[in-house]
């Protein structure tokens, strides 16, 4: 079993930034792929990036390319989002995810019924 928590949602102004975080435990967490992900009010969930094992490949949503950058601390069994001029669209529910058997790629185009373990995710509202 893994437990993965989120942290660092909050209430931002359009332009402004907001650093997320993911606490892995439970198994080797430089075993697992891990992402965000997003689901707005009436939306469905979304890929927003991922990142390999060790951190050296990463994907992202077109959506938040030069925007958001995700990076992970293998020591610290942790993964970050670093969002900056976030805009209101990006107002959602923010879910870690992690996947030991897929890779980062293929976890930013499957189904998120793929994955396997999800935090419980993490608000962040951007105001106009």
């Known amino acids: 079993q893994v437990q993965l928590v989120e942290s660092g949602g909050g209430l931002v102004q359009a332009g402004g930034s907001l650093r997320l975080s993911c606490a892995a435990s439970?198994?080797?967490?430089?075993?697992?792929?891990m992402g965000w992900f997003r689901q707005a009010p009436g939306k469905e969930r979304e890929f927003v990036t991922t990142?390999?094992?060790?951190?050296?490949?990463?994907y992202y949503a077109d959506s938040v390319k030069g925007r958001f950058t995700i990076s992970r601390d293998n020591a610290k069994n942790t993964v970050y989002l670093q969002m900056n001029s976030l805009k209101p669209e990006d107002t959602a529910v923010y879910y870690c995810?992690?996947?030991?058997?897929?890779?980062?790629?293929?976890?930013?185009?499957?189904?998120?019924?793929?994955?396997?373990?999800w935090g419980k995710g993490t608000l962040v509202t951007v105001s106009s």
């Open positions: 995810a992690a996947s030991f058997r897929a890779t980062a790629q293929a976890m930013s185009v499957m189904s998120t019924l793929g994955m396997d373990y």
């Open positions: 439970g198994r080797t967490f430089s075993s697992a792929a």
């Open positions: 990142i390999s094992r060790i951190g050296g490949t990463t």
